[in-house]
């Protein structure tokens, strides 16, 4: 496998390295992985995040185990597991069946190796139109919001929404971004809050809860979110909260985007209902984990409801910003992204 460099996933020598994001941002430690088990963990307690990053991340292990001589068979086997470790991101099960078709050629070995590298070039180039086609939509001067973390940890390129921010960054245009912490899991507080910093993005980090006033006093412009998965009728499943925001935004009249790419959506989901949304530990709420240890502020057994992701419906959309464009309400009614998966 050749060397990639991503800013939380990378090969080197024929071994994948993973930044440990749970660490993020205070420790930056690369762990090696080299086990399926290993990385079915490593995807399950967010180490590695973020849609594409995640589909990526476990392609990559299925290329390392061929290269280490995993039979055919095992490897077919491998990648259910992987398929298995997630629900909701689609860039994880259509990454995978790109692998279990180069396995199925006659050398799968060198198939499965060019198809992961394949897959992270192809990531790299589609954060890149993506954030082309966003960045034209904002306005100098503009003040931005975003919600979880979409950047460069959680694909191999710039990012999703925050490859649009970052660009429109890099452009000039003086915006500024406002970061919603992301309860529980505080992937904005943590991740993208630490990504802004390196980047140079101005930026204030807000609690969940302060989106509303800051629209109400008519400080925010436009929003732009990622997606785990997109229906065809441009439903879209994202970090809990983002349906908050949408309907916030349409009360206030902000401009809501959000941004993936093609390999996000999921024709075969017709609506939102569809969408599979993963539940996650009640620790998770009680609480809180970060690089200092677990800290719990509940009662150690209070009953919590805590689902990863929610589903915004396509009526609170402004525009789908894709890596072949920014479709628009009428686009997607007419069909345009179950057009798009189709001829990807
Ligand atoms: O649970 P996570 O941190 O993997 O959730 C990530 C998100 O919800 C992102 O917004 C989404 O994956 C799009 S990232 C390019």
Redo the contacts with the bound molecule.
Sequence with gaps: MKNMMGLSIKTEQGQLSILDQTLLPHQQRWLHCQQVEQMVTMIQQ?QV????A?GIAASLLLAYRAEQGDSRAQLLHSAEVLRASRPT?VNLMNNLDAMVAALQQSDYVSAAVACAEQLFAEDVQLCLQMAEHGAALVQPGERLLTH???GGL??AGV??ALGVVRLAHQQGKQIQLWVDETRP?L?GGRLTAWECQQLGIPYQLICDNMAAMLMARGEVDRIF????RIAANGDFA??VGTYNLAVLAHYHQIPFYVV?PHTTVDPSCSDGSQIPIEQRPAAEVRGVRGSFGQVCWAPEQAPVFNP??DVTPAKLVTGWVLDSGVFDQVAVAAGALTRLAVSA
């Design positions: 967010l995040r973020g849609a594409p995640i991101a979880c973390n979409t959680a694909t990012g999703t899991l992937q979110v990622g997606s785990d994202n970090k993936a990863a992701f």
